[in-house]
């Protein structure tokens, strides 16, 4: 079981190169979410999946696009990348709305390790 | 979402318990505490969340006051792989809006 698994771990860019962030989860979670983590900062999110097909704005989503296309997938795209979006990116799933409870009990977030960008 | 307010870090002894605050004093009646740490450069980790009453699982101990304007995350002995970022979040539970706010956390550094 392996949980989330984030590709790549690294990778470095050119200003204007586009790229594509992969997020799994084998754990049939229906909500996925991108964060980045900047120095000195706590995660920011990015955009969000309610399910399959489904993706919502979270706090800093200018500048990324995502697609939930299966429901144990979550990408993160770059269009034309700057320096700005320097940061370790960080996928998470939960089985319900993070900070929500089920008849299961609370909608923990399961991170993934990790993807470090860097923009030059 | 009620806001939350850390230490930015804290110092602790291995082997002794490691008491972290975290001040939530506008939390309203259906929000409740969570707590979850991030060893470095990995994933954040869940630990522990309560409503009002105090909770513990094999990893730590919630202590939330009665009137639930703090809490305090207890690690019973903690040990050096405890040396992490930890993170107090309030969140209601429910509706159809994201609501869990990673803020700074406080730094927890567990001294040999």
């Known amino acids: 079981n392996a949980g989330v698994t984030q590709t790549p771990k690294f990778r470095v860019l050119k200003t204007g190169q586009s790229m594509t962030l992969l997020c799994a989860q084998d754990?049939?979670?229906?909500?996925m979410y991108w964060y980045r983590q900047d120095p000195g900062m706590g995660l920011r999110l990015i955009h969000y999946?309610?399910?399959?097909?489904?993706?919502a704005k979270g706090e800093v989503p200018d500048g990324y696009n995502v697609s939930r296309l299966k429901k144990q997938n979550f990408l993160l795209g770059l269009e034309s990348a700057a320096p700005s979006q320097t940061s370790v990116y960080f996928c998470?799933?939960?089985?319900?709305?993070?900070?929500?409870?089920?008849?299961?009990?609370?909608?923990?977030?399961?991170f993934g390790a990790g993807s470090r960008l860097t923009v030059l | 979402d009620a806001k939350t307010t850390q230490p930015p870090s804290m110092d602790c002894a291995e082997g002794r318990a490691a008491n972290l605050p975290c001040n939530h004093s506008t939390i309203s009646g259906n929000e409740y505490v969570y707590w979850y740490r991030q060893i470095h450069s990995q994933g954040p980790q869940y630990i522990i969340h309560?409503?009002?009453n105090n909770e513990t699982n094999e990893m730590a101990s919630l202590i939330i006051t009665e009137d639930r304007k703090s809490s305090t995350l207890i690690l019973p002995h903690a040990t050096l792989r405890d040396t992490a970022v930890y993170y107090c979040?309030?969140?209601?539970?429910?509706?159809?809006?994201?609501?869990?706010?990673f803020g700074k956390g406080t730094l927890l550094t567990v001294n040999p």
């Open positions: 309560g409503l009002k």
């Open positions: 998470a799933s939960s089985s319900g709305l993070a900070g929500g409870f089920t008849s299961s009990g609370a909608n923990v977030l399961t």
């Open positions: 754990m049939n979670h229906e909500y």
């Open positions: 979040i309030v969140s209601r539970s429910g509706g159809s809006n994201y609501k869990l706010t």
């Open positions: 999946s309610v399910g399959e097909g489904t993706t």
